[in-house]
C-alpha cells in the first residue's frame, strides 16, 4: 500500500512528531545475516555441496530435468523422490540431477562454491557451474552399481569400443527393459556366444567381434541398465561383452532380420516406411547414416519403449520442427536440417521395427528413419573449427585437452545457442582475454595463464569433432576437448607503477568500528556495536585524534549512544556545526534511532561534546537495519530502505527528515525494493546535476523525481558477473558506488561508478558506470586486477579513487567470506576505458566486514576494521576482530614532494560566489594547479554515503586565486567539503567550506532542550 507523501518543499519548516514505538522482540543474538529458507520434504536435509561436471561424467548420473524459471530445492527433491532416488542435487540454478549414488569422482567441496539462487526461488541455493548442492532422504543408498561377473554360463569379458561398424552385428529386442539378464538370455536364444549391453537399453549379440574393436577401460561402461539400476549395461560407444562358455543348442539365427538393438520392437521383411496417416505435409525422405561424423540431429527426446513413426513425428511436429528421425527403434530425434556431414545410407538399414509397431522402420544401428514436413532435408557440412569472421580480436588456436582433475578454464556457461560468437563475446564483455567451448553447449572464459597452468597442451584437432550447439556447420570442442580462442592485443590494461604508495600501522584501536567518519574538528569518530558489542565495557563510541596517535591514552576520547547503531547509516548535515547524523540499528528501538554528534575540540584538545539521542523525542517512523541516508537538493534528509532489525522482514521504504508535524505517516512503500529483498540493503543514493536522484540496489537502477520521489526512469538492470546476470551489488552483496569526478561547467553528463559485489558467494571482478542522464544510458563494464566483495572505495583529492579491503570469496556478514583481497588498487577515470587501474602495494591486515577507508585532511586514507568471525573448521577465528588502524599514503604521497599550502578566509559559500585563497606552491605553477572539493562522508559497510567530487573553476593573479562555487544544489547539494589545491599531482591539507548554506534548516532541528543546535 502506497502512503500520502507531503510535498517535500513543506518538510524543511515542520518539526517531527511522536509515532508508536515497536514492540518487536528477539529471542537470540543472532547478529548473521541469513537467507531464509524453506524447511525440506519430510527425512531431506541438506549434506553440501559436491563437484560436478568432471570429465568422466555426472555426479548423479541417473534421472534429471531443468527449469530455467520454476526450479527450487523442493521441487528438485519431490522430482527424485517421486523415482526412489536417495540423493538429489540442484546446479547452476536450474537443473536438477537424481541418483542412487556418487559417480566419476565427485566429491564433497566448500560450502561457498554453491552459490547460484534457484531460478524458482531467488533465497535458496541451487549450486553453480559444476557444483551441486546436495540433499540426502535419509535412506542408506543402494549398492553402487557394479559390472555383473557372470550369469549363469555367461563370463564377463569386459567393456569393449563400439562405433560406425558395430562390434557386435546383430541387435536383439530383449523381454522387458535391458538388463545383463534379458540381454545374455536374447543372444543365447538367438544361438549367439557373444552378448553386449550398451547405453543402458541396447543389447547385440555376435559370433566374433568386428575389426577394430577391443577392450576399454572398465570405467568407460558406466550407465545402469534401463532394468536394472543396480547393474551396468556398457555406455556411449562402449559394450559391456559377455561370452558364453558352454553349449549353445542351435547355431545363430537372425531374429527379426537382424541389425537390430534396443528394448522393443521387431525387424524383418516386413518392416517397412510408414507412407499415410502421418500430420498434414509429413512425408518419410530416406534412411540416413548416423554418428559418422557426430550426431546427425541435435535435439533428441526421451527414449520410448512404445515409439511409432507417428508418435514421433506428431512430438516433432507439435514443437515446430520439421524434420523427425527415428533411431534404434525406440529413439525419436527432431531438428530443422541434418548436421555434421549426414548423407543417405542403404534402404536396407533401415530395418529395425519400431518399439510400439512392428512393422514400421524405425531405423537402425546408427541409422536413421527420417521425415520431413517441408519435402526438403537439408544436410549440412561436416563441421570446423570457426577460424575466420570472429568478433572483436579472437583468434583460434587450436583444440587442447581439457583437464582431467581442475577445470582449464575457471568460468563455466551453459548455452543452449552456443557459438564461437556467442561465447568469444562474452568472455570479451567481462574481460576475458581466453575462451574454449566444449560439448557443444559448453563455453568457458578466463586468462591465457589459465590454458598455461591448467591444461595438458594441444590435442590432436581431429578430437574437436562436436557442432556447436548453435552453430550446427562450426566446432564447439569435443569430448574432454575444448576449442581454444585467444584475444590478439591487450583486452585490459592494468598498470604496474613503480611508485605505488604504501600501507602504514597508525595506531592501535580499542573497538572495531561500524561507523567511520571525518568531523569538520579533522578528528575520527567512529560508532561500534552498543549492546551487542564483544566488549562489555564499550560505550559504542570514540573519536580519534590523528595528531596524538603516538600517545595512545590520549589519542582516543570515550563517548557515547544510548541504543545500538549495528549496521546504521550515517551522514554530515549542511548545518553550521557539520552535525553527523546516525539513524536506524540493530533491534527495537534501535531500529527507529535519530542520533546527533556535533563535532567540537580542537586538534591536540579534547572536546566535550557527545552523541544525543532520545526516542521519545525523536525517532524514525519505520524500523530500519542497513538504511541508507543522502542529503537532497533542498537539504533536507531521505531515508530509504533497510529492514526491521534483528534479521527481521524487509522495510521496503523511504521516508524524509525533518518529519512534518502533525500529518500522520509520511513513509512511501517502494515496491522494487520489496521485490528485490534481501539483496538490496544499503542502497546506493546519488543527487543528479537535473535534481533526480539515483538509486541503486540488488542488481538494478533508477531514476526518483525530486518532488515526488516516484520512480521517473528504470534504467537498464548492472551486468553481474561472466556466468550470472544475478550478481548483486548492494549489501549482502555489498560492492561499493561512488559518483566521478564533476568539473565545471558541469555540462558533461555525471557518472556512476559501483565495483565489486558477489555472485552468492562468487566475488565479482569488475566495476560498472553508467551515465544514467546521458541519452539511451547504457552500462559499462571494467574489469578489475582481483575478486572483491565488500569494496571499499575512498574518493582522492586529484580526482582518483582508492580502492581496497575486501574478500575474494564470499558475501557480507559474520563468516560468510573468506580469501582476504590484501591488494590496493587506484582507479583514474580521466584515463581510457579499460585502462585505468594502476595495482598499487598490499597490507599484512586482513580487513572483511566492517571495514572502511576514510580521506583525511592531509591527503593519506584511514584504513580500519574487520569483524569477520570466521572460523576455522576447529572453531578457532581464522580472522581476528581487526582493531589495529593503517593509513595508505598514496602514491601523490610517496615522491618526496612538498605538500602546498594555502590560506583561507572565506569557507561558507553560496552558489555561484566568488571565493579567494592564497596558495603557496613548491614545485609547480598556478598554471598546473588544480583545485578539488571533496563532500564530507560517513561510511559505513564500504558505502561513504554523500560521497562527491567536483573540480570547481579558478583563476589565479599571482598567488592568489579565485574560486567560483558550484552553480546549484543539483550539482552540489548543500554540504561541507575538504577543499583541497594540487601542485601538479600532490595535495594541499584540505580546509572545510561549506556550500550552499542550510536551506531546509537543520541547523535548527530537533527543537528540543536536550539536543544541541548549531544553527543554520
Same mark, same amino acid.
Given at each position: ?59 548423479? *548420473? ?26 538429489? $542435487? ?61 550369469? $549363469? ?67 568407460? %561402461? ?23 562358455? +558352454? ?10 532380420? +537382424? ?27 530416406? %534412411? ?19 515409439? !511409432? ?15 523427425? @528421425? ?26 529395425? $521395427? ?131 580462442? !585467444? ?31 571525518? *568531523? ?187 518532488? !515526488? ?103 557480507? *556478514? ?81 615522491? @618526496? ?28 605553477? !598556478? ?28 583563476? %589565479? ?38 556550500? @550552499? ?20
Amino acid at each position: 500500500m502506497v502512503r500520502s507523501f507531503i510535498h517535500l518543499a513543506a518538510l524543511c519548516a515542520l518539526a517531527p512528531t511522536l509515532v508508536q514505538a515497536s514492540s518487536h522482540i528477539h529471542n537470540s543474538l543472532h547478529l548473521r545475516r541469513r537467507l531464509q529458507r524453506r524447511a525440506l520434504p519430510a527425512g531431506w536435509t541438506s549434506i553440501g555441496c559436491y563437484t560436478d561436471g568432471n570429465p568422466g561424467g555426472r555426479t548423479l *548420473g541417473s534421472a534429471s530435468y531443468t527449469s530455467s524459471t520454476s526450479m527450487t530445492q523442493e521441487s528438485c527433491i519431490s522430482f527424485c523422490s517421486e523415482q526412489n532416488y536417495v540423493y538429489a $542435487g540442484t546446479e547452476y540454478a536450474q537443473e536438477c540431477y537424481c541418483g542412487n549414488n556418487f559417480s566419476n569422482g565427485g566429491s564433497s567441496t566448500s560450502a561457498a562454491d554453491c552459490n547460484m539462487p534457484c531460478s524458482g526461488n531467488s533465497s535458496e541455493t541451487c549450486g553453480a557451474g559444476n557444483r551441486l548442492s546436495v540433499f540426502w532422504s535419509g535412506v542408506a543408498p543402494p549398492p553402487p552399481p557394479e559390472t555383473v561377473p557372470s550369469v $549363469g554360463l555367461w563370463q564377463s569379458l569386459g567393456c569393449y569400443s563400439d562405433g560406425n561398424v558395430r562390434t557386435l552385428g546383430f541387435g536383439v529386442n530383449t523381454d522387458g527393459p535391458n538388463t545383463i539378464e534379458s540381454c545374455t538370455e536374447a543372444c543365447f536364444n538367438a544361438g549367439y556366444p557373444l552378448a553386449g549391453a550398451e547405453y543402458s537399453v541396447q543389447c547385440f549379440c555376435g559370433s566374433s567381434f568386428a575389426a577394430g574393436a577391443g577392450p576399454t577401460p572398465l570405467s568407460d %561402461c558406466n550407465m545402469v541398465c534401463a532394468g536394472n539400476s543396480s547393474e551396468f549395461c556398457g555406455g556411449p560407444n562402449r559394450l559391456n561383452v559377455y561370452n558364453y562358455t +558352454g553349449s549353445l543348442p542351435s547355431g545363430p539365427s537372425n531374429p527379426g532380420g +537382424g541389425n537390430g538393438g534396443g528394448g522393443g520392437g521387431g525387424a524383418g521383411s516386413g518392416v517397412s516406411p510408414v507412407e499415410s496417416g502421418l500430420p498434414t505435409g509429413w512425408t518419410y525422405a530416406a %534412411c540416413y547414416v548416423d554418428n559418422a561424423f557426430g550426431r546427425i540431429f541435435q535435439t533428441q527426446l526421451p527414449d520410448d519403449p512404445n515409439l !511409432t513413426v507417428e508418435s514421433c513425428v506428431s512430438s516433432c511436429n507439435s514443437q515446430n520442427f520439421t524434420l523427425a @528421425g527415428m533411431e534404434f527403434s525406440t529413439q525419436c530425434f527432431c531438428g530443422d536440417e541434418l548436421i555434421n556431414g549426414a548423407v543417405e545410407g542403404s534402404e536396407a538399414d533401415c530395418s529395425m $521395427g519400431c518399439g510400439g509397431n512392428a512393422n514400421e522402420a524405425c531405423g537402425g544401428p546408427n541409422r536413421l528413419s527420417v521425415y520431413t514436413s517441408t519435402g526438403n532435408v537439408t544436410a549440412l557440412p561436416v563441421p570446423v573449427a570457426q577460424n575466420t569472421s570472429l568478433p572483436g580480436n579472437w583468434k583460434y588456436q587450436g583444440c587442447i585437452h581439457e583437464n582431467t582433475t581442475t577445470r582449464v578454464f575457471p568460468y563455466q556457461l551453459i548455452l543452449p545457442n552456443n557459438s564461437a560468437e556467442t561465447c568469444l563475446t562474452q568472455c570479451a564483455a567481462f574481460g576475458y582475454p581466453a575462451a574454449g567451448m566444449e560439448f557443444a553447449d559448453e563455453c568457458y572464459c578466463g586468462d591465457v595463464e589459465d590454458f598455461t597452468n591448467n591444461s595438458p597442451g594441444l590435442a590432436a584437432e581431429s578430437d574437436c569433432n562436436i557442432a556447436c550447439s548453435g552453430d550446427p556447420i562450426h566446432i564447439c570442442g569435443g569430448a574432454n576437448r575444448l576449442s581454444y580462442y !585467444t584475444w590478439d592485443g591487450n583486452l585490459n590494461v592494468w598498470h604496474t607503477p613503480e611508485n605505488i604508495g604504501r600501507y602504514e600501522f597508525l595506531i592501535g584501536g580499542v573497538v572495531v568500528p561500524l561507523v567511520v567518519t571525518l *568531523g569538520i574538528n579533522n578528528k575520527i569518530a567512529m560508532v561500534e556495536k552498543f549492546g551487542t558489542s564483544e566488549f562489555d565495557n564499550s560505550t559504542g563510541a570514540y573519536e580519534l585524534d590523528l595528531t596524538l596517535v603516538d600517545q595512545f591514552d590520549k589519542a582516543w576520547r570515550t563517548m557515547h549512544v544510548k541504543s545500538d547503531v549495528f549496521c546504521s547509516g550515517s551522514i554530515i548535515l549542511p548545518d553550521k556545526g557539520a552535525r553527523q547524523l546516525n539513524v536506524g540499528g540493530w533491534s527495537l528501538d534501535s531500529t527507529q534511532g535519530v542520533r546527533l554528534y556535533t563535532p567540537d575540540g580542537t586538534p591536540g584538545v579534547n572536546g566535550t561534546n557527545d552523541w544525543e539521542e532520545n526516542f521519545n523525542e525523536l525517532h524514525l517512523q519505520r524500523q530500519r537495519w542497513y538504511p541508507t541516508a543522502m542529503i537532497m537538493a533542498n537539504g533536507s534528509i531521505l531515508v530509504v530502505g533497510g529492514e526491521l532489525g534483528s534479521n527481521g522482514p524487509p522495510e521496503p521504504s523511504l521516508e524524509i527528515l525533518p518529519k512534518p508535524d502533525g500529518t500522520g505517516d509520511t513513509w512511501m512503500f517502494l515496491d522494487y525494493l520489496n521485490r528485490t529483498d534481501p539483496y538490496n540493503l544499503y542502497p546506493f543514493l546519488h543527487v543528479l546535476p537535473s535534481g533526480r536522484i539515483f538509486i541503486g540496489y540488488y542488481n538494478e537502477a533508477r531514476l526518483l523525481d525530486p518532488v !515526488t520521489l516516484q520512480t521517473d526512469v528504470v534504467l537498464p538492470n548492472m551486468p553481474g558477473s561472466v556466468t550470472s546476470p544475478l550478481a548483486g551489488r548492494t549489501y549482502p552483496m555489498e560492492g561499493t558506488a561512488v559518483m566521478m569526478p564533476q568539473y565545471a561547467p558541469y555540462t558533461d553528463p555525471v557518472t556512476i561508478m559501483v565495483c565489486g559485489g558477489s555472485n552468492s558467494g562468487d566475488a565479482l571482478d569488475n566495476c560498472v558506470s553508467i551515465q544514467p542522464e546521458a541519452e539511451n544510458p547504457t552500462w559499462v563494464l571494467e574489469r578489475m586486477p582481483s575478486k572483491r566483495v565488500m569494496t571499499c572505495i575512498a574518493a582522492l583529492p586529484d580526482g582518483t579513487f582508492l580502492i581496497v579491503n575486501g574478500a575474494k570469496q564470499g558475501q557480507a *556478514g559474520f563468516g560468510l567470506a573468506d580469501f582476504p583481497n590484501y591488494n590496493a588498487i587506484l582507479y583514474d577515470p580521466a584515463q581510457p576505458v579499460n585502462q585505468r587501474f594502476s595495482i598499487l602495494n598490499n597490507t599484512i591486515v586482513a580487513h572483511l566486514y566492517h571495514s572502511e577507508a576514510t580521506l583525511l585532511y592531509d591527503g593519506r586514507v584511514l584504513i580500519s576494521g574487520s569483524d569477520p568471525q570466521t572460523n576455522n573448521p576447529d572453531g578457532t577465528p581464522k580472522f581476528p576482530e581487526e582493531m589495529r588502524i593503517e593509513v595508505y599514503i598514496p602514491p601523490y604521497l610517496n615522491e @618526496g614532494r612538498t605538500q602546498p599550502n594555502y590560506t583561507i578566509s572565506e569557507t561558507d559559500w553560496q552558489y555561484g560566489g566568488q571565493y579567494q585563497i592564497v596558495v603557496n606552491l613548491f614545485h609547480g605553477t !598556478t598554471d598546473t594547479m588544480r583545485v578539488s572539493m571533496i563532500a564530507a562522508t560517513s561510511s559505513t559497510h564500504g558505502n561513504a554515503m554523500g560521497g562527491r567530487t567536483i573540480f570547481p573553476e579558478f583563476s %589565479c593573479a599571482g598567488t592568489t586565486c579565485t574560486i567560483t562555487a558550484p552553480p546549484n544544489a543539483k550539482v552540489c547539494p548543500p554540504g561541507w567539503h575538504q577543499l583541497f589545491i594540487l601542485d601538479g599531482p600532490t595535495p594541499s591539507y584540505s580546509h572545510w567550506i561549506r556550500v @550552499g548554506g542550510d536551506p531546509a534548516r537543520l541547523g535548527e532541528w530537533p527543537d528540543f532542550p536536550d539536543f544541541t543546535l548549531p544553527g543554520v
